[in-house]
């Protein structure tokens, strides 16, 4: 008998481009596994071992809708992606991205709660899933073209409503920062994923479904949905409602509150086939002023390397604009100018003016038209930028290399470094440390599943970096407690650091497991629907970190709270995602250090860094790796706790693996 | 199809002196649709019990492509004259007493669909698994009105219902 009564629909859907086979499996156990960060893991554990590359037939990519995907739940139509990252630096490894925009939402009107792919097909094609019924179809026509072009050309072929997640030429040729794109800009952007299709030669995935999701409670669902929007309903800035402000289209299938994510005209003088784009956040430093949307960042590190970086030039609304469609219709990630744009400006200031022969003509907006064409085709010296900018450099090594690991690093496992208090906005300590610490043991950029603390350090967090305790707000710290169980989260420094971001973890599990949007949840902080209200409220800000939970018991029927999501299942799946980097890429404490010396740059605003050697980090790690219940020599997790998390094979597998490194020192 | 270019072509066949007459209607404006289609979820939630667009009443279609009526909905306009009605060799269909509401009464349905071929933008829809036809009824079930309505996030702007909508003399073929 089912363990649910709505939300999921039980069928997992398996295509083998190799023996061009489509299966239907059951979905893992959604009370152990919750949703796609628990089954794509599991996939990956029990089919992607050591040794596979990401453009290997055996890798794997799983593309899960959550239980809340199809529903009205606010801002839920997110598809949660993973597979072996090729951009994983400085070794691919398997990790999870996400999208929004309606794909989710169809695949589980088609009836499936995922889709899992492997094997390679022997020419161009694309997956058609139009409920039961699933095909590979030639993209011979379609090959080489741009994402928008093949996105009409599909829609034309099958319909209006069919959704289409595709590959542009960048994913084609396996470049390692390659996306996927549906609709305008929708993306699993930033990981490389583009790539592991393009080596599989599946073009698209095409997806009609005319079923539904059934929900165990109606009535109590809809009543969950009205309260979570009225708490959610200000979104990223938790004031107004979505009636106010941008023009915006929401992102995703049911989002409903108010963002900042635009859909605006463009003249599209670079060809992409589509009049219009959708902005979002770092894709805004193509539209910026001529030095950029973001302030350079300058320092000296505790090694005594200086940096002095301009911010990569923009070219304001028009051009800008149309640089980011172009970007998209490539299918490149939006954050190729955030981190190229910085380093090229970088280079051009300690007057480096060309790389290998070619100049650096980086304010000409058509120079850029060509350079991202190159890279996305791989000709020329775009073959060896198709490889990222940390591999990049590693061949290259133009200009200092401090200055290219700024940008990209083993530290942020090869994706560039996002909320961290130096690129990027201000985050002063205690901030930064959050971030260290996630980066740490991380398989990617992990602002995109964590902006929740970074929301703390808002319009009700610090107005400017605290030296003491005692110039935090009383309302913050009360708030830290509510949160994550004690003021000094939010005390400048790292004495409470391991809590709060385990407490992060676990809830990005849980938020990508829904699946909802990472601006929005967990709420941490109420929503007001005027800034005069804000202003006028002087009381408790605490939003309502259970949201998801609400939404999910009379959705699925299953009565599950969300100290259980926390404990015992995101607890076992950030476990399983740790064991899978074990077993496969022998991850260990030395990776988790090799965020160290980013972190030994000041912050940009109050001026903190870890020491010369960052003995406060490795003790924080310490503490970490305690509160997680995992080695301290080795970061591995310990048997007692796999067991405990019911993960006893998993626990064998690495004692093995233990005693075959022991044998294999001797 | 946009409301815009609806209003232009509607036939002139006149309403039965025996039944109610139109009264309300639920308005779209795709000024402030930000195409979350929270609506149509709404919608099937309401009358299937479960989240599913295929049989929603109401639709919501956004091509990102399109440079002239990105987004628009189909959704029933409650017309006076109600084609659809008269096409109907079942006796299938009638008028809610209190909302004006056009209704298909499910157990005489044949699902034959008549009443989309003779409503000049095809709104009735079959039903996917049912010979049955579906149209929105204003949630004439519900005493606070249209649940897509309600759950709108920008409820009033970008879906409105407008109960006296054809009582204020709206009648009269604009839209």
């Known amino acids: 008998m089912e363990s649910f009564s709505g939300g999921y629909t039980g069928r997992f859907l398996r295509v083998d481009l190799d023996r061009r086979q489509v299966s239907v499996e059951e979905t893992p156990d959604p009370r152990k596994w919750l949703g796609p960060r628990g089954w794509n893991a599991l996939i990956a554990w029990n089919e992607v071992g050591p040794g596979v590359d990401p453009f290997d037939p055996a890798n794997r990519i799983v593309f899960s809708v959550g239980p809340l995907v199809g529903t009205c739940a606010p801002t839920s139509g997110r598809t949660t992606v993973s597979t072996l990252s090729p951009r994983g630096y400085p070794r691919p490894m398997w990790t999870t991205s996400s999208m929004g925009g309606y794909f989710g939402a169809e695949l589980k009107y088609a009836g499936y709660d995922g889709l899992v792919i492997h094997g390679q097909a022997d020419a161009p094609c694309y997956l058609l899933i139009e409920d039961e019924r699933v095909t590979l179809e030639d993209a011979s026509d379609l090959w080489g073209k741009g994402v928008y072009a093949t996105e009409q050309a599909l829609k034309a072929r099958h319909g209006q409503q069919h959704q289409v997640a595709a590959i542009g030429p960048a994913g084609e040729n396996r470049v390692r920062f390659a996306s996927i794109i549906h609709r305008l800009n929708n993306a699993v952007g930033n990981a490389g994923f583009g790539g592991v299709l393009g080596a599989k030669r599946l073009k698209a995935i095409v997806v009609r479904g005319t079923g539904g999701v059934k929900i165990a409670d109606p009535a109590g669902f809809l009543e969950a949905v009205r309260y979570v929007w009225d708490l959610a309903k200000g979104g990223i800035s938790r004031i107004g409602r979505p009636d106010a402000g941008y023009p915006i289209i929401a992102c995703t299938h049911a989002c409903s509150v108010k963002c900042y994510t635009r859909t605006l005209p463009i003249e599209d003088r670079y060809g992409t086939q589509a009049k219009k784009t959708m902005l979002t956040c770092v894709e805004s430093t193509w539209s910026g002023g001529p030095r950029g949307a973001h302030k350079a960042y300058e320092g000296v590190s505790v090694r005594g390397e200086r940096l002095s970086i301009p911010s990569a030039p923009g070219f304001g609304k028009e051009v800008g604009l149309d640089l ?79 200055l290219a690991e700024f940008f990209e690093s083993a530290g942020s496992r090869g994706q560039g470094w996002h909320r961290e208090g130096r690129l990027m906005e201000p985050h002063p300590s205690p901030f930064w440390e959050y971030s260290a610490l996630l980066y740490a043991v991380s398989t990617r950029d992990v602002t995109p599943s964590t902006h929740g603390f970074f929301f703390l350090n808002g319009l009700y967090g610090y107005p400017k970096a605290p030296k003491d305790p005692s110039e935090i707000s009383e309302r913050l710290q009360e708030l830290a407690r509510q949160l994550y169980g004690s003021p000094k989260a939010v005390y400048p420094g790292d004495e409470y650091i391991e809590y709060v971001t385990i407490w992060h973890q676990h809830r990005a599990i849980i938020k990508d497991s829904m699946a909802v949007c990472d601006w929005v949840f967990p709420i941490t902080r109420r929503n007001y629907d005027s800034e005069e209200e804000a202003k006028a409220d002087t009381g408790p800000i605490y939003g309502d970190i259970a949201a998801e939970a609400k939404l999910y018991r009379p959705c699925t029927g299953i009565d599950l709270d969300i100290r259980e999501m926390e404990r015992p299942i995101a607890e076992r799946i950030v476990n399983l995602e740790r064991c899978i980097e074990v077993r496969n890429n022998g991850r260990c404490r030395e990776d988790d250090e090799a965020v160290i010396p980013h972190y030994q740059w000041p912050e940009k605003t109050d001026g903190t860094h870890l020491s010369a050697d960052a003995r406060e980090f490795r003790a924080l790690l310490d503490r970490y790796y305690d509160l997680r219940g995992w080695d301290k020599q080795t970061g591995w997790p310990m048997p007692e706790k796999l067991e405990e998390l019911g993960l006893e094979e998993v626990a064998r597998t690495l004692e093995s693996l233990k005693a075959s490194q022991v044998t294999a020192a001797r | 199809m946009t409301e815009t270019v609806c209003g232009s072509v509607r036939p002139a066949v006149p309403a039965s002196e025996s039944l109610p007459k139109a009264k309300g209607r639920v308005v779209f404006d795709p000024q402030w649709c930000r195409t979350c289609r929270v609506c149509e979820v709404a919608c099937s939630i309401a009358k299937e019990g479960q989240a599913r667009p295929s049989v929603a009443r109401i639709n919501i279609l956004f091509d990102e492509f399109a440079t002239v009526d990105p987004i628009s909905a189909t959704i029933c306009f409650q017309c006076e004259d109600a084609p659809c009605m008269a096409a109907c060799r079942v006796g299938a269909m009638t008028r809610d007493a209190r909302t004006g509401a056009v209704v298909i009464l499910q157990e005489k349905c044949v699902g034959c669909m008549r009443c989309q071929k003779a409503c000049p933008w095809g709104i009735p829809k079959q039903h996917p698994d049912r010979r049955e036809a579906l149209k929105c009824d204003l949630c004439s079930d519900r005493e606070s009105g249209p649940l897509c309505v309600e759950m709108c996030p920008l409820s009033g702007k970008a879906l409105r219902y407008e109960p006296d909508y054809y009582i204020r003399g709206n009648g009269d073929g604009k839209l």
Request: charged share 25%; aromatic share 12%.
């Open chain 1, 324 to 402: 980011v469609n172009l970007t998209s219709d490539l299918g490149l990630t939006g954050w190729t100018h955030a981190t190229w744009g910085h380093y090229f400006a970088a280079l051009k200031e300690l007057g480096i003016e060309e790389i290998g022969g070619e100049p650096l003509d980086i304010d000409n907006p058509d120079w850029w038209r060509d350079w991202l064409v190159k890279l996305a085709h791989r000709e020329g010296l775009g073959d060896d930028y198709a490889e990222g900018l940390a591999r990049f450099y590693d061949k290259h090594q133009v200009g200092p290399r401090h």
